[in-house]
């Protein structure tokens, strides 16, 4: 076994894959924009982000997002997140953008400027950063159509995807976004669902046979089907696990978590961190926790590594650099 060190986790080429810019606001830049604004915290800030399950942790995320009412900030608060991607080690990251949570700015200010933020990153030598927009469950159909109209007429090369998150338990969405979902399909974008968070298995079915998703994110209560498991091995079907996500929600125990079993299953399971900044703290932080906690050294963290390789949404060219990276840092172990 190849012993685990902070500094080996660091250094090992790292892709996040399932992340929401939502929960990329640090407590510091959450307090400076409430100020610049004069809009009164809803807690101190000690408790800033303080919650008790998953409905709760989304109102936070409204209300953090209500702060940026500029197309600058968000740009800023993109270019941010890949000065922490490329700090982590992070080498290519797909990030989540759910506009309904940005009710001070409007989609057509706020994507663009997003991707803005990702492509001067990317000029400066940061992380690559490409854009998934997603749907909230809870939201209109009326909107959601809206959104997915508006990503196919403004394709950009860093725009790679739709979505949809939120919260499962709160919305039959999967039969009133199939079509949104195949129209997007058509347009050349790939799809991911949360899906068997807050959802049992069958959530995860719907995702994969109603909006004809590529891979999942959370997917942890396929654990509970067997068939389901069977289903996801034989076709590759990603899992983009969120392992204190999910006990900080209240969706797993640190004790019961499925993390390990769909791993040792052989599934292509990915680690991500989904909001780092309100859940996680860091990427480094999560692999090191969950190497610790199952004992595992760093071949098991490689693997996980190519599994996000296999799993990402790009270019073969693209793909076979990352796994290039991951190879020349394993033959260096
Ligand atoms: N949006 C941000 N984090 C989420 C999560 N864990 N589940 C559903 N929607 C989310
Ligand atoms: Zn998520």
Same mark, same amino acid.
């Given at each position: 076994?190849?012993?685990?060190?902070?500094?080996?986790?660091?250094? %090992?080429?790292?892709?996040e894959?399932?992340?929401?810019?939502?929960?990329?606001?640090?407590?510091?830049?959450? @307090?400076?924009?409430?100020?610049?604004?004069?809009?009164?915290?809803?807690?101190?800030?000690?408790?800033?982000?303080?919650?008790?399950? %998953?409905?709760?942790?989304?109102?936070?995320?409204d209300?953090?997002c209500? %702060?940026?009412?500029?197309?600058?900030?968000?740009?800023?608060?993109?270019?941010?997140?890949a000065?922490?991607?490329?700090?982590?080690g992070?080498?290519?990251?797909?990030?989540?953008?759910?506009?309904?949570?940005?009710?001070n700015i409007? *989609?057509?200010?706020?994507v663009? =400027?997003?991707?803005?933020?990702?492509?001067?990153?990317?000029?400066?030598?940061?992380?690559d #950063?490409?854009?998934?927009v997603? *749907?909230?469950?809870?939201?209109?159909?009326?909107?959601?159509?809206?959104?997915?109209?508006?990503?196919?007429?403004?394709?950009?090369?860093?725009?790679i995807?739709?979505?949809?998150?939120?919260?499962?338990?709160?919305?039959?969405?999967?039969?009133?976004?199939?079509?949104l979902?195949?129209?997007?399909?058509? =347009?050349?974008?790939?799809?991911?669902?949360?899906?068997?968070?807050?959802?049992?298995?069958?959530?995860?079915?719907?995702?994969?046979?109603l909006?004809?998703?590529?891979?999942?994110?959370?997917?942890?209560?396929?654990?509970?089907?067997?068939? %389901? &498991?069977?289903?996801?091995?034989?076709?590759?079907?990603?899992?983009?696990? #969120?392992?204190?996500?999910?006990?900080? @929600?209240?969706?797993?125990?640190e004790?019961?978590h499925?993390?390990?079993?769909?791993?040792?299953?052989?599934?292509?399971?990915?680690?991500?961190?989904d909001?780092?900044?309100?859940?996680?703290?860091?990427?480094?932080?999560?692999?090191?926790h969950?190497?610790?906690?199952?004992?595992?050294? &760093?071949?098991?963290?490689?693997?996980?590594?190519?599994?996000?390789?296999?799993?990402?949404?790009?270019?073969?060219?693209?793909?076979?650099?990352?796994?290039?990276?991951?190879?020349?840092?394993?033959s260096?172990?």
């Open positions: 076994m190849i012993p685990i060190t902070k500094e080996a986790i660091r250094a %090992l080429p790292k892709i894959l399932h992340i929401h810019l939502e929960g990329t606001f640090s407590k510091e830049y959450v @307090c400076e924009l409430a100020e610049k604004l004069h809009v009164p915290l809803p807690r101190d800030k000690e408790h800033l982000f303080d919650f008790t399950c %998953l409905a709760e942790f989304l109102e936070m995320l209300w953090n209500s %702060l940026i009412r500029r197309g600058e900030d968000a740009e800023q608060l993109a270019y941010q997140f000065e922490y991607a490329k700090e982590e992070i080498i290519y990251a797909e990030v989540i953008l759910n506009p309904t949570h940005w009710k409007s *989609l057509e200010v706020l663009p =400027s997003v991707l803005a933020g990702f492509e001067r990153a990317a000029q400066d030598g940061l992380t #950063c490409r854009l998934m997603s *749907l909230l469950r809870t939201q209109s159909t009326e909107t959601a159509r809206d959104t997915v109209e508006w990503l196919i007429g403004n394709p950009h090369p860093r725009l995807g739709l979505s949809v998150d939120g919260n499962e338990e709160a919305a039959e969405s999967n039969e009133r976004f199939s079509p979902f195949a129209k997007a399909k058509e =347009s050349g974008l790939h799809l991911t669902a949360h899906a068997g968070e807050s959802s049992g298995p069958e959530g995860v079915w719907e995702a994969l046979e909006l004809q998703a590529e891979r999942i994110d959370h997917g942890v209560r396929s654990v509970n089907d067997e068939k %389901l &498991m069977n289903y996801l091995k034989e076709n590759h079907i990603p899992l983009n696990v #969120c392992f204190t996500s999910n006990i900080l @929600c209240n969706i797993f125990t004790e019961n499925p993390l390990k079993a769909l791993f040792d299953y052989g599934l292509v399971v990915t680690v991500s961190t909001d780092p900044q309100i859940l996680v703290d860091t990427m480094c932080y999560e692999l090191e969950i190497a610790s906690l199952y004992g595992w050294g &760093m071949e098991e963290l490689i693997r996980l590594q190519y599994h996000a390789a296999e799993a990402v949404f790009c270019s073969e060219e693209k793909k076979e650099l990352l796994r290039g990276k991951i190879r020349e840092f394993e260096n172990c």
